[in-house]
């Protein structure tokens, strides 16, 4: 008998998860993937029903496929019925549609509701070597577990629904590392705010990202969502991050997690799943933790970031296109070039989002703001992301902290992130968020949003002005 001696060659982490879900695969064709978890929520998924009841087709699957509303829940007086005509009939809509095939839905009053990237790790569902699809971008949120996971559209909602696959060409990979350790005051949203500065929101299109090095090692897995949830603001179809012993501690014991000897077989291969050594990617981008200050964004996406101490740049060091753009962000903005941020009046503070809503988040402006009052004039939401969270928030009386400094502890949901609800950030009005992005329009017809971490967010609140956290803490 001759022996196999052959050597399988290293492989990353991306391509360890992608080759285990191919079902079928053909040259010139994208791969049909299994997917193990399918997120909704009201907005995407109306057609894709649609759809499924005009061909007379049942979801394959009910019990991969995990509902919740978050989008258009208003984040007062849940108890009460929907105001707003077109939230109503989308949450609505939703209802009806899973209990006309057979799901479950976390809806408004549900003790396990919130924005859809939130209760996914929170409840257990989430889970290392997943692969996991929304018809939302930010999705890649629950890569930060070593899952491959990623947005889709309508259209691939209700495929996946049928199917429970999934057509996909396969990205390219690429690796970011940052070494070294964060100064104190700089977070894992200054990270990807960093990142995506220096490669633009286009440089990562095309590729899925792992993230790496001692900086993303040393963070907590709450940080490491917020890094891989801003993948998106890159380009890229999502980020991943090698599970180690933080994801199995946080995971260990959560209502979906593995139990008893399904948890030992679980863990064996999880384990498993890092990038071996000497594994190869498309492209590799290194940077330094000591160069990364807490970020602010000046313009009207997520790569127009700079340090909170920095001036915004001039149209003279850009190329034609860059400096139109940078000039049409600027005026939106009511912005110069040259000018500093530091020191500028804001009207609104908004702590929440699936970037920023987690206890965690809520624990560190807590801390920051205890014994402190918000500044005369400034309106400050702070949204949790979660039922869970909420209830976490109130059993560690970080509510009372809140209410004591000003700030109003709403009920979860999407809220101010993408003004698609009744939390919209007037015309003209200046807002400090800790959401993911900061288009035209984004947080309401005409409102201002700059980007930055939860402290930076609530240093801002206390003084009403656009502060550099390192003065606070």
């Known amino acids: 008998m001759s022996q196999n001696n052959e050597k399988k060659s290293p492989q990353n982490l991306?391509?360890?998860?992608?080759?285990?879900?191919?079902?079928?695969?053909?040259?010139?064709a994208p791969d049909v993937l299994y997917i193990d978890t399918h997120f909704i929520h009201e907005v995407t998924s109306p057609q894709a029903f649609d759809g499924l009841r005009g061909r007379g087709i049942p979801v394959k699957n009910p019990h991969k496929t995990v509902a919740t509303a978050d989008h258009n829940v208003p984040t007062l007086n849940q108890h009460l019925p929907i105001q707003e005509k077109l939230s109503k009939f989308q949450v609505d809509t939703l209802t009806k549609n899973c209990a006309e095939f057979g799901l479950e839905l976390y809806g408004l009053g549900h003790p396990n509701q919130g924005?859809?990237?939130v209760i996914g790790p929170e409840l257990g569902i989430t889970?290392?070597?997943?692969?996991?699809?929304?018809?939302?971008?930010?999705?890649?949120?629950?890569?930060?577990?070593?899952?491959?996971?990623?947005?889709?559209?309508?259209?691939e909602v209700e495929m996946v629904l049928a199917t429970q696959c999934l057509l996909q060409y396969k990205p390219k990979t690429m690796k970011i590392e940052i070494n070294g350790r964060l100064a104190k005051g700089v977070t894992s949203k200054d990270i990807i705010l960093y990142v995506i500065s220096k490669i633009g929101v286009a440089g990562g299109t095309g590729y899925f990202v792992e993230y790496a090095g001692e900086a993303i090692r040393a963070l907590s897995m709450e940080a490491r969502m917020t890094i891989c949830n801003m993948s998106i603001e890159m380009g890229a179809r999502g980020g991943l991050i090698a599970p180690d012993e933080v994801t199995f501690e946080y995971i260990q014991g959560r209502d979906f997690a593995p139990k008893g000897?399904?948890?030992?077989?679980?863990?064996?291969?999880?384990?498993?799943?890092p990038s071996d050594e000497g594994a190869t990617y498309d492209k590799v981008l290194t940077y330094d933790a000591k160069d990364i200050s807490p970020m602010i964004t000046y313009g009207t996406n997520p790569g127009m970031g700079i340090g909170i101490t920095e001036a915004i740049p001039s149209a003279d060091s850009l190329d034609t296109a860059e400096a139109t753009n940078l000039q049409k962000s600027l005026k939106y903005m009511d912005l110069k070039e040259g000018e500093k941020l530091l020191g500028k009046k804001i009207d609104y503070v908004f702590i929440g989002s699936c970037t920023n809503s987690r206890i965690e988040d809520l624990r560190a402006v807590a801390e920051m703001v205890k014994g402190n009052k918000k500044a005369e004039g400034v309106e400050v939401w702070i949204v949790p992301g979660s039922k869970k969270v909420e209830k976490q928030a109130k059993a560690e009386k970080l509510d009372l902290i809140f209410k004591e400094a000003g700030f109003e502890l709403r009920e979860p949901g999407c809220s101010a992130c993408l003004g698609m609800n009744e939390d919209k950030i007037p015309a003209g009005k200046y807002c400090v968020s800790t959401s993911n992005r900061n288009f035209e329009g984004r947080q309401g017809p005409g409102a201002r949003t700059f980007l930055a971490s939860p402290l930076t967010a609530a240093a801002t609140a206390l003084t009403g002005k656009i502060t550099d956290v390192r003065e606070i803490v």
């Not at 992608?18 to 010139?28: D, R, Y």
């Open 14 to 28: 991306f391509n360890k998860i992608w080759a285990a879900h191919i079902v079928k695969s053909q040259e010139a």
């Open 115 to 117: 924005i859809v990237h």
């Open 127 to 155: 889970q290392p070597g997943k692969t996991i699809v929304c018809g939302d971008s930010h999705t890649s949120t629950h890569g930060a577990f070593g899952t491959v996971a990623f947005g889709i559209g309508t259209s």
């Open 261 to 273: 000897e399904e948890w030992d077989k679980a863990l064996a291969y999880w384990k498993s799943l």
